[in-house]
């Protein structure tokens, strides 16, 4: 099974800025609300945003040996950490 970590309390205006705030990382992320979010080094992850129970849903699908799942939810978190 996949790393995965689920986000509550995400409004669409939250996922908005998430979006944008892990762009400056290089992350890729296409608008839907269950996509594959392509990172920088071949780091693949599945969103899946549930808009009702304003819950996200992250899992790494993929990744390369030499980056490590803790790496990974470091950037997110950190992009998670700066929205308001």
């Avoid at 990172?39 to 129970?53: H, N, Q, S």
């Amino acid at each position: 099974m996949a790393d995965h970590r689920e986000f509550t309390g995400i409004s669409r205006a939250k996922l908005n800025g998430l979006r944008a705030e892990l762009g400056k990382y290089g992350v890729d992320i296409p608008e839907g609300d269950d996509v594959e979010v392509k990172g920088p080094l071949g780091v693949k992850l599945r969103a899946i945003y549930d808009e009702p129970t304003e819950t996200l849903r992250l899992a790494i699908t993929d990744k390369p040996v030499f980056v490590s799942e803790k790496q990974i939810w470091k950037t997110v978190e950190n992009g998670a950490s700066r929205l308001t």
